[in-house]
């Protein structure tokens, strides 16, 4: 899967279906890299390195990266 995504680049959590206690709407993180399916994994500035699934997850690139 290609993403529209690269490494380095700084998305904001815009939505997860999964139950995360410590991953909020907002949080911002680093995207550390993308797995061949299109995983993204993200290090979050106040949270754990976490994989966001698409169509499970839903990051957006943060508006003044």
Excluded: F, H, K
Aim: charged share 20%; proline share 9%; hydrophobic share 40%.
């Amino acid at each position: 899967a290609v993403s529209p995504y690269r490494r380095g680049d700084v998305v904001e959590l815009v939505e997860s279906s999964r139950a995360r206690a410590t991953l909020r709407p907002g949080m911002r993180g680093t995207v550390q890299r993308i797995d061949p399916n299109g995983v993204l994994w993200v290090n979050w500035t106040n949270g754990p390195l976490t994989p966001m699934i698409p169509c499970i997850d839903v990051v957006a690139l943060a508006s003044d990266a």
